[in-house]
């Protein structure tokens, strides 16, 4: 029962579904390796212990209901970003306005997985309401990186991909505008998952036809996250963007690609977009990695797609969704809120009504030449971040080869374009730096192709042979938090 933290998500609910382990068993072993880890981690800086014994007690006691449909977890622990609501669970968002906030009904995405047999172990670490790369705030500090505890995990979803890295989960929740699914799982070596909007319903949301922020599912390997897809999603009536469950299970679609090796025909890939610079260590391991398909029996070819106007769009939309979602709050305590997000609430105010319109007519504009491009391919691959895991102490991205970043987004942009075609996008880990550190190549996929590109994932990943990496004793020494803000954050 010790070394139950090392099972696969899919191993796992298979003993649960026997009866060869009971929930309980499963939440006590995710409470020691909380506990044996998460010190100099800080994962996980909010736990609901006793309440994740009581829900494991009571799905032994029968006292819930079995769901028996696709993505059954069966009593399966997990982790809750801190940006989720979890009823009875301090939930602060990161913020110091909300430091003793106590929610009385959970996010509708954590309702559903609990109902289909997930249990909250606690609330994982994030930056102030989710923005940026890398996960420090006022009120929890900062998560560190397993892989070398002297680095982030990444952000917004950064406590989750390093409980995962370190095995104090199984599964744990995310969400995504920029790339918090995606930068997490790169940094911390484990699969983030950008779905299509509206495969997993979230809310209850004053904004619920805001299709560019998505929630979906992280996990050690990609099968692992198709489980948990299955437990998330399905129509809500909460959410009008939400779409039905598929008819064949996304754990069904990526087994049947495993046995049949499936493969991209056509994959291009880009290492930048066009739009941005990229480390040589990284586009050596994605462009190497993205090669390998080959062995699949993919054609690879260089991909050339004009993404030159999306970052000043995603940046109008992103400032937009701030004022949307903050401008109430900031009137009265702008004291607490960092640099970084007053100033993309300002940016939000200052906007015009032609900027605004610009970032539509840009964003459609984007989407049609993705369309063109997959006439020709069937997946577009490019790196998930443009470095490895950055040092604790850095709030973000300055510079790199001589090209200085002016914002805290600028430098994510890689995965933030990506959020403007409503594509599916997954992370997934090919290789190492030489310092160790873990890299992660994106994939694209086609308008609705989630199956089909979780499929592709889990065939690559197979190939690669990695995801067994994971999970890893914490290791180095804990960096410093970040530093105060030089102002960089102004463009």
């Not at 929930?23 to 998460?38: K, Q, W």
């Not at 299509?196 to 996990?219: L, N, S």
């Not at 064949?248 to 941005?276: C, F, H, M, N, W």
């Not at 510079?399 to 990506?418: A, K, P, Q």
Request: charged share 20%; glycine share 10%.
């Amino acid at each position: 029962m010790t070394d139950l933290y090392r099972l696969t998500a899919r191993q796992a609910v298979d003993l649960l579904a026997k009866g060869e382990v009971s929930p309980l068993d499963m939440v006590e072993a995710s409470a020691a390796r909380i506990d044996a880890t998460d010190g100099a981690m800080n994962a996980m800086p909010t736990l609901c212990l006793d309440r994740a014994r009581d829900h494991a007690k009571a799905i032994m006691a029968g006292e819930r209901p079995a769901y028996k449909g696709p993505g059954a977890l069966h009593g399966l622990p997990m982790a809750v970003k801190e940006l989720d609501d979890v009823a009875g669970v301090r939930t602060t968002y990161g913020s110091p306005i909300y430091a003793d906030n106590i929610p009385e009904r959970s996010d509708i995405m954590v309702e559903r997985l609990e109902e289909r047999g997930a249990i909250t172990m606690g609330k994982s670490n994030v930056p102030e309401f989710g923005a940026g790369g890398q996960s420090f705030n006022s009120v929890l500090g900062a998560a560190a990186n397993p892989w070398d505890l002297g680095h982030t995990p990444g952000g917004s979803s950064g406590g989750s991909g390093a409980a995962l890295a370190a095995g104090q989960v199984w599964i744990a929740t995310g969400s995504d505008l920029g790339g918090s699914l995606r930068i997490p799982a790169s940094f911390c070596g484990i699969v983030g998952y950008r779905t299509t909007p509206g495969i997993v319903a979230k809310g209850p949301d004053p904004y619920p036809f805001a299709d560019q922020p998505v929630a979906g599912p992280m996990a050690r390997n990609v099968p692992d996250t198709a489980l948990m897809l299955d437990a998330m999603t399905g129509i809500h009536e909460e959410d009008p963007l939400s779409r039905a469950a598929p008819t064949t299970s996304y754990v069904d679609q990526v087994l049947k690609a495993l046995s049949e090796g499936s493969a991209p025909k056509r994959i291009g890939y880009s290492s930048d977009l066009g739009i941005t610079t990229v480390d040589p260590e990284v586009d050596a391991l994605c462009r190497q990695a993205t090669e390998r398909f080959a062995e699949l029996g993919s054609e690879v070819s260089d991909a050339a797609i004009d993404f030159s106007d999306a970052p000043e769009s995603f940046q109008t939309f992103r400032a937009l969704g701030f004022i949307n979602g903050h401008e109430h709050e900031i009137d009265v305590h702008r004291d607490k809120f960092k640099p970084e997000n007053i100033w993309n609430i300002e940016k939000g105010r200052a906007l015009t009504r032609e900027e605004i319109s610009h970032a539509h007519r840009i964003r459609g504009a984007l989407f049609h030449r993705m369309l063109a491009f997959f006439r020709d391919h069937d997946a577009l691959a490019l790196p998930s971040t443009i470095v490895p895991a950055l040092p604790l102490d850095m709030r973000y991205l300055p510079e790199l080869n001589g090209r200085r970043f002016d914002n805290y987004v600028e430098w994510i942009m890689i995965t933030s374009v990506i959020t403007l075609t409503s594509c599916p996008a997954i992370s997934i880990n090919c290789g190492f730096t030489k310092a160790g550190l873990p890299v992660g190549l994106q994939i694209v996929g086609p308008p609705h192709s989630d199956g089909r590109l979780l499929g592709w994932a889990a065939a690559a990943e197979h190939l690669y042979g990695l995801a067994g990496q994971v999970p890893i004793d914490p290791r180095g020494e804990r960096g410093a938090e970040p530093g105060p803000d030089d102002g960089r954050h102004v463009a």
